[in-house]
């Protein structure tokens, strides 16, 4: 059985590392340079790195600069969320080196461009879908953006390789994963899932890891690592196979 992969995640809001609580603008506990943190996580072990534009999902302007940095000095595997809507900001999102990107709201709003840059940029491109009970949320959770199930259907017929499945309610709580929509996302595709939000303890990772045989690929971890309710070297550990 393959291992679950671990996602440490870097939020950046003007210019800062944060973690907000369900995603809510102005909740934000700050955690300093963005730059230290994704450095930290790689000396820690990680192989991937979730780095997240907050300010481009809000709409609230962009960290573009910080982003390019931060992904420019890793060594490990970058996956880029937020904001990424259209031509340019793809643009702009893939030349930073990264090897895949989120789209969130464009898979939303957009579903023809969607189609179109799964079709070109294959596994690159994996889609967030955000939840709230099974409605999707979009421009930075704030807006209701239709069914879950209705919008997985769509997008795995147009071939969408990855999903990065957040529950809301959960995500920045440290309450725990939801692993009952992770179960139900798993037994209605075939691509694999990234599990994202409310992750609180090795426990829960142990949990998400056993969901590895049914479509469960990788855990981001926010919160947890900042709040020091683990060090990621005993998440890779909890994790190992
Ligand atoms: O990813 C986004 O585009 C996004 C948009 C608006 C608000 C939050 C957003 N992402 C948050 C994350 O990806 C978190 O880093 C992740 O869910 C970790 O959650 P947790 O472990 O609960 O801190």
Same mark, same amino acid.
Not at 83 to 104: M, P, Y
């Given at each position: 059985?393959?291992?679950? $992969?671990?996602?440490?995640?870097?939020?950046?809001?003007?210019?800062?590392?944060?973690?907000?609580?369900?995603?809510?603008?102005?909740? #934000?506990?700050?955690? &300093?340079?963005?730059?230290?943190?994704?450095?930290?996580?790689?000396?820690?072990?990680? *192989?991937? =790195?979730?780095?997240?534009?907050?300010?481009?999902?809000?709409?609230?302007?962009?960290?573009?600069?910080?982003?390019? #940095?931060?992904?420019?000095?890793?060594?490990?595997?970058? *996956?880029?969320?937020?904001?990424?809507?259209?031509?340019?900001?793809? #643009?702009?999102?893939? /030349?930073?080196?990264?090897?895949?990107?989120?789209?969130?709201?464009? %898979?939303?709003?957009?579903?023809?461009?969607?189609?179109?840059?799964?079709? $070109?940029?294959?596994? !690159?491109?994996?889609?967030?879908?955000?939840?709230?009970? @099974?409605?999707?949320?979009?421009? &930075?959770?704030?807006?209701?953006?239709?069914?879950?199930? *209705?919008?997985?259907?769509?997008?795995?017929?147009?071939?969408?390789?990855?999903?990065?499945?957040?529950?809301?309610?959960?995500? &920045?709580?440290?309450?725990?994963?939801?692993?009952?929509?992770?179960?139900?996302?798993? %037994?209605? @595709?075939? !691509?694999?899932?990234?599990?994202?939000? &409310?992750?609180?303890?090795?426990?829960? =990772?142990?949990?998400?890891?056993?969901?590895?045989? $049914?479509?469960? #690929?990788?855990?981001?971890?926010?919160?947890? =690592?900042?709040?020091? /309710?683990?060090?990621? $070297?005993?998440?890779?550990?909890?994790? %190992?196979?």
């Amino acid at each position: 059985m393959p291992k679950l $992969e671990l996602l440490p995640a870097v939020d950046v809001r003007d210019g800062q590392a944060v973690r907000l609580v369900h995603g809510e603008s102005g909740s #934000e506990t700050s955690y &300093g340079s963005p730059l230290d943190a994704a450095l930290a996580w790689q000396s820690a072990g990680a *192989e991937w =790195l979730h780095l997240v534009d907050l300010d481009a999902a809000f709409g609230t302007g962009d960290n573009r600069d910080v982003i390019s #940095e931060v992904t420019g000095a890793m060594d490990i595997k970058v *996956e880029l969320s937020g904001g990424i809507r259209d031509d340019a900001s793809l #643009e702009a999102a893939l /030349a930073t080196g990264c090897r895949r990107v989120n789209l969130g709201t464009a %898979a939303l709003e957009s579903p023809e461009w969607v189609a179109k840059v799964i079709a $070109e940029h294959g596994d !690159r491109i994996a889609v967030g879908l955000d939840v709230r009970g @099974t409605t999707l949320r979009g421009r &930075g959770w704030t807006r209701d953006g239709g069914d879950l199930y *209705e919008t997985l259907a769509r997008l795995d017929a147009e071939g969408c390789a990855r999903y990065v499945v957040t529950d809301i309610a959960k995500d &920045g709580t440290l309450e725990g994963p939801n692993l009952g929509l992770l179960r139900d996302v798993c %037994a209605v @595709t075939d !691509r694999p899932v990234v599990a994202s939000g &409310g992750v609180s303890s090795l426990d829960d =990772l142990r949990a998400i890891s056993l969901l590895v045989p $049914e479509g469960v #690929e990788g855990a981001i971890v926010g919160k947890a =690592l900042y709040a020091k /309710a683990f060090t990621l $070297e005993e998440a890779l550990k909890a994790v %190992a196979v």
